[in-house]
């Protein structure tokens, strides 16, 4: 995504920052940034390198608390995607999640009956109650092709895997509907439009008001204490008090 955009900047008229977050997974998290940071540099991109432990914890450490833990990660991800674009004063957080990536989570909720996450699972969100507009550019890009276009183009890649991938529903819904899609050519677009088109436009007119702030960190939040200061302070055992995270 980021040499596709990369390409597109001038057209698009927009300046592109780098944001790669270090997780702390031992023996992975060293690869997946050294990547990232040699893609950078090669297009001339300014980046910042983000460090979970820099907020008192890492993922490694993290596998203690009572959730899943590719849960966490994406909880993480998040705040600290939209925590540091707003410093930056970015008005996009673009992510690289695929087709599959976002069917993934699509089927995901609908078994889940997450009504939350379908009102905002979209391929855009605008600005709104602290959030920084998000985007997913490759939300109708198939995975396979973006890796044909990596190797194509010759650009650094790892094809490592989490080590806590493994552990990852997601994986089974993406083979579920790799199968599918085997069987059904095209069904995979047929639901992403399916569900944009009808399913999701119903879903956001019932959804719930704004986003408060967190009383931890003043991050926004749908509850008191957003759930990342709630992981902070599980894994270093201290009670939650107001501006706690800076």
Same mark, same amino acid.
């Given at each position: 995504?980021?040499?596709?955009?990369? *390409? @597109?900047?001038?057209?698009?008229?927009?300046?592109?920052?780098?944001?790669?977050?270090?997780?702390?997974?031992?023996?992975?998290?060293?690869?997946?940034?050294?990547?990232?940071?040699?893609?950078?540099?090669?297009?001339? =991109?300014?980046?910042?390198?983000?460090?979970?432990?820099?907020?008192?914890?890492?993922?490694?450490?993290?596998?203690? @608390?009572?959730?899943?833990?590719?849960?966490?990660?994406?909880?993480?991800? *998040?705040?600290?995607?939209?925590?540091? /674009? &707003?410093?930056?004063?970015?008005? =996009?957080?673009?992510?690289?999640?695929?087709?599959?990536?976002?069917?993934?989570?699509? @089927?995901?909720?609908?078994?889940?009956?997450?009504?939350?996450?379908?009102?905002?699972?979209?391929?855009?969100?605008?600005?709104?109650?602290?959030? =920084? %507009? &998000?985007?997913?550019?490759?939300?109708?890009?198939?995975? &396979?092709?973006?890796?044909?276009?990596? $190797?194509?183009?010759?650009?650094?890649?790892?094809? &490592?895997?989490?080590?806590? !991938?493994?552990? /990852? =529903?997601? /994986?089974?819904?993406?083979?579920?509907?790799?199968?599918?899609?085997?069987?059904?050519?095209?069904?995979?677009?047929?639901?992403?439009?399916?569900?944009?088109?009808?399913?999701?436009?119903?879903?956001? %007119?019932?959804?719930?008001?704004?986003?408060?702030?967190?009383?931890?960190?003043?991050?926004? !939040?749908?509850?008191?204490?957003?759930?990342?200061? $709630?992981?902070?302070?599980?894994?270093?055992?201290?009670?939650?008090?107001? %501006?706690?995270?800076?």
């Amino acid at each position: 995504m980021l040499h596709a955009l990369w *390409r @597109l900047r001038e057209r698009l008229g927009v300046e592109l920052v780098g944001v790669t977050i270090d997780l702390g997974i031992r023996g992975y998290s060293e690869e997946y940034v050294g990547v990232a940071v040699e893609n950078f540099e090669q297009l001339g =991109v300014p980046y910042r390198v983000v460090r979970l432990a820099d907020y008192g914890f890492t993922i490694d450490e993290a596998t203690r @608390l009572r959730r899943p833990v590719c849960s966490v990660c994406g909880t993480v991800k *998040r705040y600290l995607l939209n925590k540091v /674009a &707003r410093e930056l004063g970015a008005h =996009v957080v673009a992510t690289g999640h695929t087709l599959d990536d976002f069917l993934s989570v699509l @089927l995901q909720a609908y078994i889940r009956g997450d009504l939350e996450l379908l009102s905002k699972h979209k391929p855009y969100l605008p600005p709104a109650d602290g959030l =920084v %507009a &998000r985007a997913k550019p490759l939300s109708e890009t198939p995975e &396979r092709d973006t890796l044909t276009y990596a $190797r194509i183009l010759g650009l650094r890649f790892t094809g &490592r895997k989490c080590p806590y !991938s493994r552990r /990852a =529903v997601s /994986a089974d819904y993406k083979a579920s509907l790799d199968l599918l899609e085997e069987r059904h050519p095209g069904l995979k677009f047929q639901m992403l439009r399916s569900f944009l088109d009808r399913v999701q436009p119903r879903i956001a %007119a019932e959804a719930r008001g704004g986003l408060g702030r967190c009383e931890a960190c003043g991050e926004p !939040s749908s509850s008191r204490v957003c759930q990342f200061c $709630r992981f902070r302070a599980q894994l270093a055992g201290a009670p939650l008090r107001p %501006a706690e995270v800076t």
